[in-house]
């Protein structure tokens, strides 16, 4: 089988991050046996990008059994130019935040051959649409229980503070960098050793050594659909303090997740009792596995190709 990513988030050299999941995802798939391309529209540049794409996914069409989109944008210029069956993913924000977008999302979404919902909050953001249910993978060959010791002493930590992740772009204004240098000042009115620990850039390689140093993860951001930031740090066997935005189902799911409210104080509250936890079962984030999602989406490919071999 041979299948086509089409994608408007794929890392770059400026920005390795960007995308970086779905490249996780497309890598996953390849381990499991699906011949995967993958067609990178640059819509970051220009809408006309699309169109362009449109073009030229019109010429890719014969070369693949199948074709997955991420993003509606993405999907629509697959549709345009008649790539079927095609698979959508959503990851976006704005389908909670923009009506329009959200509208938008609904209409590709009905018309693609099926519409992957990565959190039960994407599934809830486009209402009535059929979906299938599929999270983006976890790499669970990089976060995984490390000696938080040695991971302060490769990065350099001091080894008495209590770290407090932040592990979004500070940049990023949805992300609330604000807020959680605001809770973490409460935090340390009762205890001086709370730091607030931001990894901002830094090479993929070193991540999994942030949530290895702290203490607990903290969610801040205004609107998520399920950061896979959560998951990572439970793997690591790290706690999680989170507003109670995007994958709730998760966090109430797991023990050493925190659901929240929205204010400073209640967040400073969940990070003082976040460092009571002596010990975090990683057990939970295992579904969420690289491996695992991918062989379902391998499942699920199969499916869609053969219904349209029988149609």
């Known amino acids: ?20 999941f779905v490249a996780e995802q497309v890598a996953s798939l390849r381990e499991a046996g699906v011949e995967v391309d993958v067609h990178f529209i640059k819509g970051y540049r220009s809408r006309l990008a699309y169109l362009h794409a449109a073009r030229e996914l019109r010429q890719r069409r014969a070369e693949h059994d199948l074709f997955h989109a991420h993003h509606a944008y993405a999907a629509a210029a697959a549709l345009v130019a008649g790539c079927r069956p095609l698979l959508l993913t959503l990851h976006d924000n704005p389908m909670v935040t923009s009506p329009l977008y959200r509208l938008f999302a609904q209409a590709v979404a009905r018309r693609a051959d099926r519409f992957v919902a990565v959190t039960p909050a994407a599934a809830r953001a486009l209402g ?12 669970l060959a990089l ?9 302060r002493r490769e990065l350099g930590l001091a080894a008495d503070k209590k770290y407090v992740l932040f592990a979004a772009d500070p940049a990023r204004r949805s992300k609330r960098y604000d807020l959680a240098c605001e809770a973490v000042a409460i935090a340390r009115r009762d205890d001086p050793s709370v730091e607030l620990l931001n990894f901002f ?5 070193k991540v999994p050594l942030y949530f290895a140093a702290a203490d607990v993860l903290v969610v801040t951001a205004d609107v998520e659909l399920g950061p896979l930031t959560v998951k990572e740090a439970v793997a690591s066997a790290r706690p999680v303090v989170s507003r109670r935005v995007g994958d709730v189902d998760f966090l109430e799911a797991c023990p050493a997740c925190l ?4 204010s400073a104080t209640e967040l400073a509250e969940g990070i003082g009792r976040a460092f009571t936890i002596e010990e975090v079962d990683p057990s939970p984030a295992a579904p969420y596995g690289l491996e695992a999602v991918a062989r379902r989406l391998r499942e699920l490919y199969e499916e869609v190709v053969a219904e349209q071999g029988s149609a």
């Open 1 to 20: 089988m041979r299948a086509l990513v089409v994608t408007n988030m794929y890392p770059l050299p400026e920005d390795p991050s960007f995308g970086s």
């Open 128 to 139: 009535a649409v059929d979906y299938v249910s599929i999270p983006m993978g976890t790499d």
């Open 259 to 262: 659901a929240v409210g929205d």
């Open 201 to 205: 850039p830094a090479p993929r390689e």
């Open 143 to 151: 976060f995984y229980p490390r000696d938080k010791s040695e991971a």
